[in-house]
């Protein structure tokens, strides 16, 4: 081997050293590197074991929150629907004061308009209006009992054919046992239905009692045709009107007797001082 | 504002009953025995917001009323609410035909009654 083959064969050693050592240089880079990254990666172990406890309890508190927040939603629904109801009972409830404030005001009227006057005829025009105006018959009649003959008579109609009507006997026919017993005549069936009217059998008969003594009666042989039936009002009518409008008559009619027999016995005592 | 109403019926039964239906209004009532004093309290009060109106009245009748009022022109925005005890087709189809806005008929049906009022007060406001 001479010198120059030598020489390039050292070299060519010396090159392959060289690459030797930058490959081993940065082979100990990577490992470098590589020792720095496990590093990093135990940290964030570290790191995540240690977070995860806290992140798992806001997960529990937030669950614990939406199960009261959707029980509260519950109660709430439960309670919005009873307050519905209670609503609903208030809205029935209103009708029902309403229609009974209605009856009220109708019985509060006709029994102020019925003790309003001492005036006979001007309380069978009143008793005329209420059976008229507030309980809507067409066709009526008031009768009062002549305690000698013992027979009704009729003083006050509306909406009858005007021909003179026999009195009636206490105790004969529905308005003459109406009369005797004191209780009230309802017709059976449908008190609309009436094509024509019968006097011997009316709709209503309904006694004019002063406690148990009957003066008279207050007799309905039919509504109004707007008036399909009778309702509860008309009933408390009915059975105001028995006490009320006797009382009325009866008062009225005494009154304008004794006004007579003042202004008789007044007259007398004139004629008295004259002479 | 208090409204007034004037009731033209020649029953104080009915003027009494009106009122007492009315008295949830707060309304002034201004009262009338037949439509010829019905005319003259129009003139007295010229503010009257409603007229309540019965039919079948001694001296002057409704139907007669509503003429004279649609005659004199001056009260003719005033809304007038006619009542018939008979029901009669006739009376209130007359009425209505004259001008009158609304009816009722006898015995007066309060819940009827104050959904015809209601309507025509929101009307007039």
Redesign the interface.
């Known amino acids: 081997m001479d010198t120059t083959e030598a020489g390039a064969i050292t070299k060519k050693v010396e090159d392959f050293l060289q690459v030797f050592r930058k490959g081993e240089e940065f082979t100990h880079e990577l490992l470098n590197e590589n020792e720095k990254l496990r590093y990093k990666i135990v940290q964030l172990e570290g790191r995540t074991r240690t977070a995860e406890p806290s992140g798992s309890g806001q997960l529990n508190s937030l669950e614990e929150r939406l199960r009261l927040l959707e029980e509260e939603n519950r109660a709430l629904l439960g309670r919005y629907q009873q307050v519905e109801e209670e609503n609903k009972d208030f809205a029935n409830r209103y009708v029902e004061v309403e229609a009974e404030n209605n009856n009220l005001a109708n019985l509060y009227v006709a029994s102020y308009q019925l003790h309003s006057t001492l005036d006979f005829n001007e309380s069978l025009k009143i008793i005329l209006e209420i059976v008229m105006n507030l309980i809507g018959a067409e066709e009526f009649s008031i009768m009062l009992l002549d305690e000698k003959s013992n027979e009704l008579s009729i003083v006050a109609q509306e909406g009858m054919a005007t021909q003179p009507r026999a009195a009636i006997r206490l105790g004969h026919g529905i308005i003459g046992k109406t009369a005797r017993t004191g209780e009230a005549y309802y017709r059976k069936g449908d008190p609309a239905d009436v094509t024509d009217v019968d006097y011997a059998n009316p709709l209503v008969c309904i006694p004019l009692k002063i406690k148990e003594h009957v003066i008279g009666t207050i007799v309905i042989y039919k509504l109004l045709v707007q008036k399909s039936e009778l309702t509860a009002v008309d009933y408390e009518l009915f059975s105001m009107l028995a006490g009320h409008a006797a009382t009325a008559l009866f008062s009225s009619k005494l009154y304008s007797e004794s006004e007579r027999k003042l202004t008789t016995i007044q007259s007398f005592l004139d004629l008295m001082k004259e002479k | 504002m208090m409204k007034k109403v004037l009731i033209v019926d020649d029953?104080?039964?009915?003027h009494?009953?009106y009122k007492?239906?009315l008295m949830r209004y707060r309304c002034a009532i201004v009262a009338a025995q037949n439509g010829q004093i019905g005319l003259d309290k129009l003139a007295q009060h010229p503010d009257i917001d409603l007229v309540l109106l019965d039919i079948n009245m001694p001296v002057m009748g409704g139907l007669e009323f509503i003429k004279k009022v649609k005659e004199l022109g001056t009260y003719e925005h005033i809304p007038i609410v006619i009542s018939s005890?008979?029901?009669k087709e006739e009376d209130t189809d007359r009425g209505i035909a004259l001008g009158a806005r609304g009816y009722v008929?006898?015995?007066v049906q309060?819940?009827e009654f104050h959904a015809l009022i209601e309507a025509l007060f929101a009307a007039s406001r």
């Open positions: 029953s104080a039964l009915i009494q009953m007492m239906i005890t008979e029901g008929t006898k015995p309060p819940s």
